[in-house]
DNA sequence: CTGAAGCATGTAGCAAAACTACAAGAAAAT
DNA sequence: ATTTTCTTGTAGTTTTGCTACATGCTTCAG
């Protein structure tokens, strides 16, 4: 929390970063105070305070307090710290898994306020499947559908602007639309959220809450929009994404119930070889 | 908290232990909740709640909800619990997670023992580097050439044992093999890694120590060796996989210094624009 | 240089939430 | 049976978080 709070720091208008500043320096008296209070020790008006907390994705100071004691109550022995070229080997090494750990511990956190059930229930009904994302979000992508169709729901993977939009054009009631984007600005992941809602098609975001992507789609889920600053950091919003497309795999199976897990059974069983037995 | 709760549960009047009752039951719920939705919930009045929050020594109600999320959010230290079909989504959601961070942990510490110099020292002077791996790990290699690309150094990713085994005939002294395989026990990538080595290329496998994979690699590391069994759970070893590329692609490009360094920053600024001004 | 448009910030008011005072009813003690 | 005490709910008060609106500043076109 904290450290999404120093990424977004330079994007913030001069009275929030005030705000931000002050919390950052007074983490544990934020977490206790209430709104005036923290509005009168920044010397700021008391919607600049909430309107920060809405800039941070979150839904207000209420939001603010409990996410603040939550990361203040985590355990500090995996943050992370940038590597530098100093660095030894094995000191980069130990920051660059740290990282990632930190990611996913936070990425854990983010989740409790999604509501997975309705995104499991929307991908259990669909008549298809397609993952979608450019860059390395297309490699997300695969690995989502080599992981989907073995609960037996058709799936694809597009990973290319022009295939994406083609999809959208043709995109049905039923079909589901999984994309996947670190930032969330690319206007043709927007342009294809749009026109497939428009066709009756359901729309999942994995992506920054505060992004154009994410009010474009039905189902936005917070996803990495962690820092990706310093030079030698690699881009662990991926792994958030990989994780939190497991959650909606598992909770999809779930959903299914008995015939999820009967297809998984046999796909287990099928690369140990006892089906041809 | 709720072990606090549990203990003084007897010594509470009968409409409080109504309300330790259902908190002990609902604990995230009653994080989120007001006082009014939990008085309804537990079919007491308010002010009967806000009395139960001071025989707990608080100061009231909105305390209770900030130190339950503080005690929900002290990760039961991440153990590993299987996801079982009667879960809820919310717990299985954070079960998943849990196993992610999980095996993140453990590869951490089992990097502490990997000579992680070595493999980068071999990278570094690498005339090119070929990404190897079949079914889920193909997906790794691909995120791996997409990201080791941008060191300036040759790579590519081949996911189908017929081009693996065309490669290793063609390899070079010079060439670099990185396989990546979840058991280690197909025996196309051992015999590519074999053939490899013997036309003077190197090969670095991700893989279970113990394979025969790992004894036919110049440079074994172990990766998430650890089982995958329950129905539920998904393929966590794929996040150590990348994981550990990242450790090996930030120690290349520390190797490298500053050549590698400044390909970076170029590749960071074309995506921002910055390169075009 | 002027005026319009858009953005940032504060003021005032509102609805809810949390909390308090008090009273009614039940159980225990005399 | 009566008083005392303890438990619980009702009604009211204060606080809190939030919203609608207004003001002032910056930016940019003409």
Redesign the interface.
């Known amino acids: 929390m904290l450290q999404l709070i120093e990424n977004r720091l330079k994007g913030l208008s001069p009275a929030e970063s005030l705000v931000a500043r002050w919390i950052l320096a007074h983490p544990r008296d934020a977490?206790?105070s209430t709104l005036a209070a923290v509005a009168a020790a920044c010397e700021v008006s008391e919607p600049t305070v909430i309107r920060f907390c809405r800039h941070l994705g979150l839904g207000g100071f209420r939001d603010l307090?409990?996410r603040l004691?939550?990361?203040?109550?985590?355990?500090s022995s995996f943050v992370h710290r940038d590597?530098n070229?100093d660095?030894t080997?094995?000191d980069?090494?130990?920051k660059?898994?740290?990282s990632?750990?930190q990611t996913?511990?936070s990425?854990?956190?983010l989740?409790?306020?999604v509501d997975?059930?309705k995104a499991?229930n929307v991908l259990a009904r669909a008549r298809q499947i397609v993952f979608a994302g450019i860059?390395?979000s297309g490699?997300v992508s695969?690995?989502a559908q080599?992981?989907f169709f073995r609960l037996g729901i058709p799936c694809s993977a597009l990973s290319d602007p022009p295939s994406i939009q083609q999809f959208a054009a043709i995109a049905e009631r039923g079909d589901v639309l999984v994309l996947t984007s670190n930032s969330g600005q690319w206007p043709e992941l927007s342009a294809a959220a749009s026109m497939s809602r428009q066709r009756g098609a359901s729309v999942i975001a994995l992506t920054d809450p505060t992004s154009d992507l994410a009010a474009a789609a039905d189902i936005p889920i917070p996803c990495g929009s962690e820092d990706e600053t310093s030079?030698?950091t690699?881009?662990?919003s991926?792994?958030s994404q990989?994780?939190v497309l497991?959650?909606l795999?598992?909770?999809t199976?779930?959903?299914l119930?008995d015939a999820a897990?009967n297809r998984?059974?046999r796909t287990?069983m099928a690369l140990s070889g006892d089906l041809t037995a």
Do not use: F, W
């Open positions: 977490a206790n307090t409990l004691t939550e990361s203040l109550s985590q355990p590597v070229r660095d080997i094995q980069a090494a130990a660059v898994m740290d990632a750990i996913l511990v990425q854990r956190s989740l409790r306020n997975i059930g499991a860059g390395g490699h695969d690995d080599h992981k030079l030698y690699p881009r662990n991926r792994l990989l994780a497991d959650v795999q598992v909770a199976a779930l959903e119930g897990a998984l059974r287990k």
